[in-house]
């Protein structure tokens, strides 16, 4: 899965100018807020971590399994919170596949979005750098 993370203050910026923005036809107008950028992927996020905290890396439907048993033993996890999205998104279904393996690959035009909305022209792909900030404010904040 790609890492499509999109800074706060560029999603901000970008609701601003999709309300401003002229409306062609008598509808209304639909835009992609988001990072159109294919990678870094999330593997290689964890690999950017994993340079910083001691963990084991395990899949996604195993990860899973491992949050439903704390939350059963009574921990209260930030990511409990979204168990059943993970369990939809990684977990083994009777068809023998995990949601995220079914699905086709979404990718959205974002040809009006951009015309619309210039911040979202240059975003950026999430790089070490910047996932360094984000986890040191985590960090800083848990």
């Given amino acids: 899965e790609k890492l499509d993370w999109l800074p706060v203050d560029v999603a901000a910026k970008a609701l601003?100018?999709?309300?401003?923005?002229?409306?062609?036809?008598?509808?209304?107008?639909v835009y992609h807020v988001l990072n159109d950028n294919e990678k870094p992927v999330w593997t290689e996020m964890l690999g950017w971590l994993?340079?910083?905290?001691?963990?084991?890396?395990v899949a996604p439907a195993e990860w899973v399994k491992q949050l439903e048993s704390a939350v059963n033993g009574g921990s209260d996890h930030p990511a409990s919170q979204l168990l059943d999205h993970w369990r939809r998104a990684y977990v083994r279904q009777d068809e023998g596949s995990a949601k995220s393996d079914r699905e086709a690959k979404v990718r959205f035009d974002m040809s009006r979005t951009k015309a619309a909305l210039p911040v979202l022209r240059d975003v950026r792909p999430v790089d070490e750098a910047y996932f360094e900030k984000l986890w040191t404010w985590i960090s800083a904040s848990m």
């Fill in 16 to 29: 601003i100018q999709g309300a401003e923005a002229p409306v062609r036809d008598a509808g209304v107008a």
């Fill in 50 to 57: 994993k340079k910083r905290e001691s963990f084991e890396v």
